[in-house]
């Protein structure tokens, strides 16, 4: 076994371990924390999100037009003989996060009408 394979073979349990023990902790300091301004961790446990279905809806539209984007651009612009990997990838990610952004700005916009403003 060569010296890199061992070291992954330490490491990759290792970290594993780790995040799990850092997620573990930090959700107890959390508690511990509540507990100390006088909040119950309970009542937050199981908040209902208002939004998630829209802001889902949305990452997965915007994404799912970027990659229908991309598919054009592969097609029309960029010549056979390259893989345009990088611009499937890019326009994904652009329209996830126009998708998002989107829900943010419907989000803030009902926050507002509720307040009265």
Same mark, same amino acid.
């Given at each position: 076994?060569?010296?890199?394979?061992?070291?992954?073979?330490?490491?990759?349990?290792?970290?594993?371990?780790?995040?799990?023990?850092?997620?573990?902790?930090?959700?107890?300091?959390?508690?511990?924390?509540?507990?100390?301004?006088?909040?119950?961790?309970?009542?937050?446990?199981?908040?209902?999100?208002?939004?998630?279905?829209?802001?889902?809806? &949305?990452?997965?539209? /915007?994404? =799912? *037009? %970027? +990659?229908?984007?991309?598919?054009?651009?592969?097609?029309?612009?960029?010549?056979? @003989?390259?893989?345009?990997?990088?611009?499937?990838?890019? &326009?994904?990610?652009? /329209?996830? =996060? *126009? %998708? +998002?952004?989107?829900?943010?700005?419907?989000?803030?916009?009902?926050?507002?009408? @509720?307040?009265?403003?």
């Amino acid at each position: 076994m060569h010296a890199t394979e061992m070291l992954v073979a330490v490491l990759i349990p290792l970290s594993f371990f780790a995040m799990v023990f850092g997620i573990i902790y930090m959700h107890k300091r959390e508690n511990l924390a509540m507990i100390e301004k006088g909040l119950n961790p309970k009542e937050f446990a199981n908040r209902p999100v208002p939004y998630k279905n829209l802001k889902w809806g &949305l990452l997965l539209v /915007g994404a =799912g *037009l %970027g +990659l229908l984007i991309a598919f054009f651009v592969d097609i029309a612009l960029i010549p056979t @003989r390259i893989e345009p990997v990088a611009v499937y990838f890019a &326009l994904i990610a652009i /329209g996830g =996060g *126009l %998708g +998002l952004v989107s829900s943010y700005r419907i989000e803030k916009k009902e926050l507002l009408d @509720r307040e009265g403003r």
